[in-house]
C-alpha cells in the first residue's frame, strides 16, 4: 500500500498513498458551493455587513468547507482497501481517551465509573453562559434518550454520538464503506472516522439551533459583542460540552464499567422517573388549566403521581362520589403522570427483568482440562438495549430537522423541503409535529393519545387536535412499525461492528481453550452451529425491544420518560449489575480475562 514509515517510538506505519490530482476537482466543487451560497443568501435579503449574518456565513462557510477537506482525503487516497484510510491522518491525531496498557482494578473502575457520574450531574447543571431564558428546546420530547438538561453545558446529551454511530452502522451494513470489522486495522480506522464524525455532528445539530431556537442575552458582555459573535460563543460552548461527553464516554468504556452513554441515559431516566412519581411541587395554573382536574384550586395539585392522587381525593369538590362525574379518569389516566402511567413502568420493569434472565446457553468443556465445563449464554435480548436507543436518537433528528425546515429563518427559505407541510408542521411555540411526515414517525405519547380517543372520539378527539380517526390509527401503526423494523435492522449491524457475530464469538471460545462437546474444536465448526442461534435470536431481540418500547409510549411513563426510557433504564440497571459481577469474578480470577475478552 505504501513504503513502511518509522516514527520516533520505533512504530512502523504505512504512508499513505494519495493522487493530489483529484484535490484539485474537490476545491473547485466547493468554490462552486460556496459561491452559489453567497448569491442565494444574498438573494433573499440577507445582509452580510450585519454581524449576525456575516457570522452565520462564516460557520456555515468553514463547516462545509471541513466535510470538503474530510471528502477531499478520502477522495485523494491511492492505496489498497477502504476509502476511509485516508482520513487514517486525522483520525490517528484526533484527541481521544488513552487506554490504559494494563489491567485495571476492580475499585479503580467503579472510583472512574461514579467519579464520571458524578461529573455529568454537575455539568448538566452548568448553564450555558449568555443564554435567554425564554429558548426554545426543540429536544424537550427526547430528554430521556439523548441524556441532556436543556440550557446547560449536556444540551445536546448524546445527541452527536449516537447519529455519528448510526451513520456509520447503516454505511457499514449497506457495503458503502468497505471495511472488515473483524480485522485490527479496519476496525481501528472505522472507530477513529466515527469520532471524527461526532464532532462534525456536534456542528450540524449546534448551529441550526443557536441560528434558530437558543437566544442569547442581551444583558452582560454577551449583549456587548452583539447578537451575531454572542451566538458563536454560545456554539463554543455547546461544543465544549458536546465533547466533554464523548470524552466521558470513552473514559467509563476504557477506564470504568459498562458505557457512558448507557450510564447518562439511565440517570437521567432514574431523576425522571422519582419526580414523575413523588414530587409535591405544584404544577402551577398554566399546566393544570389544560386539565380537567375537579378541585377548587388545579394549580396546587401536585406534579407527582402519587401526592396527585392524595390531593386530588382529599380535595375533590363534589366529595368521593365525583370519581364518577371526572375524577377516576384524572387519578387513572389524565395526563400528568397518571396511576396507569406508573403501574406501566412497574410492569415494564418486571417484563424486562424476567426477559433479561431468559437465554440460550450452549454447553462447553475445556479441550485440556477434563471436566472443566462451563456455558456460554446467548441472551433473548441480545444485542442488548442499543438498537432502540439508535432508533430513538434518528427519530430524534427527523423531528430536529423537520421543525429547522419548518419555521427556521434560513433553513424554512430551501426550495421544495423548506415550509413544506407534507414533511412536517409546527404550531406556534411548539416542538412537537401537528402534521405531516414528521407527526406520523413521532412518538405516541400516552393514551390520551390514541386510546382513548378511538374508545370515545366525541369525548376525547380534543387530545389529537385536528386530526381523524384513520390518523390516529394510522400513526400508531407507522410508529409502531418503524421502532420494530428500524430494532431489527440496528440490532443486526450492531453485533456485526461490536464481535457480537457468529464467527467473532466462535474465535472468542476458540482463544479461551473451549469447545462444544462433540463438536471438533475448529473455529468454522463452532461458526456453524452458533449460526443456528445467532442470526434469529439477534432478530427477536431487535423485534422484541422495539415492540416493548413502542407499547410503553403508547401507554405513558411517570415523569415524562418515555416507555423507551423506562425499557432502557431497567435494561441498562441489569446490565451494569451483571457487568460488576464479571468484573469481580475476572478479579478473584485473572484467567477469566482471556475468556472475556480482556487483557
Known amino acids: 500500500m505504501g513504503r513502511p514509515v518509522q516514527s520516533k517510538t520505533g512504530a512502523i ?69 477502504s476509502k476511509l484510510y485516508g482520513l487514517k491522518p486525522v483520525a490517528d491525531k484526533w484527541p481521544a481517551v488513552k487506554k490504559p496498557e494494563g489491567h485495571v482494578r476492580f475499585r479503580t473502575k467503579m472510583l472512574w465509573t461514579f467519579g464520571i457520574l458524578i461529573l455529568y450531574f454537575f455539568l448538566s447543571n452548568v448553564s450555558i453562559y449568555g443564554l435567554s431564558p425564554g429558548s426554545l428546546d426543540i429536544f424537550s420530547e427526547f430528554r430521556a434518550i439523548l441524556a441532556g438538561a436543556n440550557g446547560s453545558l449536556m444540551h445536546l446529551g448524546i445527541g452527536p454520538i449516537v447519529t455519528g454511530s448510526i451513520i456509520m452502522q447503516l454505511f457499514s451494513g449497506a457495503k458503502i464503506i468497505n471495511l472488515d470489522l473483524q480485522k485490527a486495522d479496519d476496525k481501528a480506522i472505522y472507530q477513529g472516522v466515527q469520532k471524527v464524525l461526532v464532532l462534525v455532528m456536534i456542528l450540524v445539530e449546534s448551529v441550526p439551533q ?3 431556537y437558543l437566544e442569547p442575552s442581551s444583558n452582560g458582555w454577551m449583549g456587548d459583542i452583539g447578537a451575531g459573535w454572542a451566538k458563536v460563543v454560545i456554539i463554543g460552548q455547546l461544543i465544549f460540552g458536546s465533547y466533554l461527553v464523548f470524552l466521558m464516554d470513552e473514559a467509563v468504556s476504557k477506564w470504568g464499567i459498562g458505557s457512558g452513554i ?13 419526580q414523575g412519581t413523588l414530587s409535591w411541587l405544584p404544577l402551577g395554573d398554566d399546566i393544570a388549566s389544560r386539565y380537567n382536574f375537579p378541585v377548587a384550586n388545579p394549580g396546587a395539585v401536585p406534579a407527582g403521581t402519587l401526592p396527585k392522587t392524595w390531593y386530588v381525593l382529599e380535595n375533590l369538590s363534589g366529595g368521593l362520589r365525583d370519581l364518577t362525574a371526572g375524577g377516576f379518569e384524572t387519578l387513572f389516566l389524565s395526563p400528568p403522570n ?120 366525541d369525548r376525547y378527539s380534543g387530545y389529537v387536535g385536528d386530526h381523524e380517526f384513520y390518523q390516529v390509527l394510522l400513526h ?27 464467527e467473532a464469538v466462535a474465535r472468542q471460545i476458540q482463544n479461551s481453550g473451549m469447545r462444544i462437546p462433540g463438536f471438533r474444536r475448529d473455529p468454522r465448526v463452532l461458526k456453524k452451529v452458533l449460526n443456528r442461534y445467532i442470526p434469529t435470536v439477534t432478530v427477536i431481540s431487535g423485534a422484541f425491544v422495539g415492540l416493548l418500547a413502542a407499547l410503553a409510549d403508547m401507554v405513558g411513563t411517570v415523569g415524562s420518560t418515555s416507555g423507551t426510557g423506562v425499557l432502557l433504564t431497567v435494561g441498562i440497571i441489569i446490565r451494569l449489575y451483571e457487568e460488576i459481577g464479571k468484573e469481580q469474578m475476572m478479579e478473584m480470577h485473572p484467567v477469566l480475562r482471556g475468556f472475556f475478552g480482556r487483557e
Open 13 to 81: 506505519n504505512m504512508a499513505i498513498e494519495r493522487d493530489y490530482r483529484r484535490a484539485i476537482w474537490v476545491a473547485i466543487a466547493y468554490v462552486a458551493v460556496m459561491v452559489g451560497l453567497y448569491f442565494y443568501w444574498t438573494r433573499n435579503s440577507a445582509d452580510l455587513t450585519e454581524p449576525a449574518e456575516l457570522s452565520l456565513f462564516i460557520l456555515i462557510g468553514l463547516l462545509i468547507g471541513a466535510a470538503f477537506i474530510l471528502v477531499g482525503m478520502m477522495i485523494t487516497y491511492s492505496g489498497t482497501g
Open 210 to 212: 443557536v441560528y434558530g
Open 262 to 274: 448507557s450510564m447518562f441515559i439511565a440517570a437521567g431516566v432514574s431523576q425522571s422517573i422519582f
Open 338 to 457: 397518571p396511576l396507569v402511567a406508573l403501574v406501566s413502568t412497574i410492569v415494564i420493569f418486571f417484563v424486562v427483568a424476567y426477559v433479561e434472565s431468559s437465554q440460550i446457553e450452549l454447553p462447553l468443556s475445556h479441550a485440556r482440562a477434563r471436566g472443566a465445563r462451563g456455558r456460554y449464554p446467548i441472551r433473548l435480548i441480545y444485542a442488548s438495549n442499543i438498537p432502540v436507543i439508535l432508533m430513538s436518537a434518528l427519530l430524534a433528528n427527523v423531528n430536529m430537522f423537520s421543525l429547522l425546515l419548518w419555521n427556521h429563518g434560513k433553513l424554512s427559505t430551501i426550495p421544495i423541503i423548506g415550509n413544506n407541510w407534507r414533511i412536517g408542521f409546527y404550531d406556534q411555540g411548539s416542538t412537537s409535529p401537528a402534521g405531516g411526515i414528521a407527526w406520523y414517525v413521532s412518538r405516541v405519547d400516552g393514551l390520551q393519545s390514541w386510546l382513548l380517543p378511538i374508545i370515545n372520539w
Open 476 to 502: 400508531v401503526l407507522v410508529y409502531g412499525g418503524l421502532m420494530v423494523g428500524g430494532s431489527i435492522l440496528f440490532a443486526k449491524f450492531w453485533i456485526e461492528t461490536t464481535n457480537m457475530g457468529p
